[in-house]
């Protein structure tokens, strides 16, 4: 958990937070990505994933009317905006060829309860299955890819998905594959049984840490690089505020919709802060509607 006073303040509390450029840009990629495959293999070319921008934005205004607020009014910082989102889905084009692609599943949720432990579930962007039935687990990311040292980090979130599905199907995923819209990158990674283990032992002891932090009613922040984007910095002892008092009665982290917190709303979803430095927090950390893991 990167930070347990901010999923208390997620979960338990229920504080709302501020929509973030980042954020709702994570949103409407995966949104573009996603629809292209409606369409027939040969027309699913750069122009259609342009042509899909518009509506696909207007989907998410929709269905987020506090994205309205991003831009106070301001057209051409929206314009500007858009384009950002468009460079990162023709990059996409660069890193596969959605004409020779026939996902089995997009945008599949995922979940599985451990025996004595808690359910776990999630979204995953894109699962694509070989004729000889060998699974491939895909996930989209805005932001750069991180450097060497937070490469675990981000593998765990795709760790969990595989642990997931192979819990759900029998067989573990053949590969799990990092695509980074941000710098053009791929990250590939073949999971092995026992890492998938050594996953759910981590996993079971995260949620045995929740459960003790419930407990006691002893939820610590933990102070990072990421305080600077948290809409509950004034709440928070780090920076001397001091937190409302715990909501009564509080729900167990496995009945939790969402027990393990995403990054604060002013960082990338993916894991990667604003400034694309690459500094990671993915894993059971990412955000919601970034396709991220549930506890």
Request: proline share 11%; glycine share 8%.
């Amino acid at each position: 958990m990167q930070c347990p006073l901010l999923y208390r303040f997620r979960v338990l509390d229920k504080l709302p937070e501020a929509p973030r450029p980042a954020a709702v840009r994570g949103t409407v990629v995966h949104a573009v990505l996603e629809r292209l495959f409606d369409l027939p293999a040969e027309r699913r070319t750069p122009q259609a994933a342009r042509e899909l921008l518009p509506s696909q934005w207007e989907r998410v205004r929709r269905e987020r009317p506090e994205a309205e607020e991003l831009f106070d009014g301001d057209q051409e910082e929206l314009a500007r905006w858009l384009e950002g989102i468009e460079e990162l889905v023709l990059r996409w084009f660069e890193l596969e060829d959605p004409t020779r692609l026939e996902p089995a599943d997009r945008e599949l949720y995922v979940q599985t309860a451990l025996d004595d432990g808690p359910v776990l579930r999630g979204y995953v962007d894109r699962v694509d299955v070989a004729p000889d039935g060998r699974v491939r687990v895909v996930d989209y990311k805005t932001g750069k890819s991180p450097r060497q040292a937070g490469e675990a980090k981000a593998l765990f979130q795709m760790k969990f998905y595989a642990l997931v599905l192979w819990r759900m199907r029998g067989t573990p995923p053949a590969m799990l594959q990092l695509v980074y819209l941000g710098d053009g990158q791929i990250l590939r990674y073949v999971p092995q049984e026992a890492e998938l283990l050594a996953t759910e032992r981590k996993i079971r002891a995260l949620w045995a840490a929740m459960e003790r932090a419930r407990q006691e009613g002893d939820w610590r922040p933990s102070p990072s690089r990421l305080c600077d984007w948290c809409d509950h910095r004034g709440l928070c002892p780090a920076w001397g505020g001091t937190p409302p008092p715990l909501p009564d009665p509080q729900p167990s982290p496995d009945q939790a919709p969402n027990a393990d917190p995403a990054p604060p709303a002013g960082a990338d979803p993916d894991g990667t802060d604003p400034d694309g430095t690459g500094a990671d927090s993915a894993g059971a950390d990412s955000a919601a509607q970034e396709g991220t893991p549930q506890i």
